[in-house]
């Protein structure tokens, strides 16, 4: 069994900064590829980043320059730096990870976190 458990979310001013992290636990054999998504009300789930193991990152368009993801291989945990957050990037932040399990170690699944709550507001 595997957890991706979040933390870091809250209220911030629009220009402010958050740090989401994510931990992964359980019957963990591997990890590839971490990522962040987000969904604002009555919008679809978006990927927001993603860093594979050797650290190759991707963003979205929206945060280039603002968000920085990195991750921690023997901590499992994943992390997103957010600069610069702006009234649009308020969302759920959910944490989503490519884990294989000591049960079928050859075998990765899709894990997500709950979710923690952005707000940007003044």
């Known amino acids: 069994q595997v957890q991706l458990v979040e933390s870091g979310g809250g209220l911030v001013q629009p220009g402010g900064s958050l740090r989401l992290s994510c931990a992964a636990s359980g019957s963990i054999f591997s990890i590839n590829a971490m990522g962040w998504y987000r969904q604002a009300p009555g919008k679809e789930r978006e990927m927001v980043a993603s860093?594979?193991?050797?650290?190759?990152?991707n963003y979205a368009d929206s945060v280039k320059g603002r968000f920085t993801i990195s991750r921690d291989n023997a901590k499992n945990t994943v992390y997103l730096q957010m600069n610069s957050l702006k009234p649009e990037d308020t969302a759920v932040f959910y944490c989503?990870?490519?884990?294989?399990?000591?049960?079928?170690?050859?075998?990765?699944?899709?894990?997500w976190g709950q979710g923690t709550q952005v707000t940007v507001s003044s």
């Open positions: 989503n990870a490519a884990i294989a399990t000591r049960h079928y170690p050859s075998i990765y699944g899709n894990y």
């Open positions: 860093i594979t193991r050797s650290g190759f990152t």
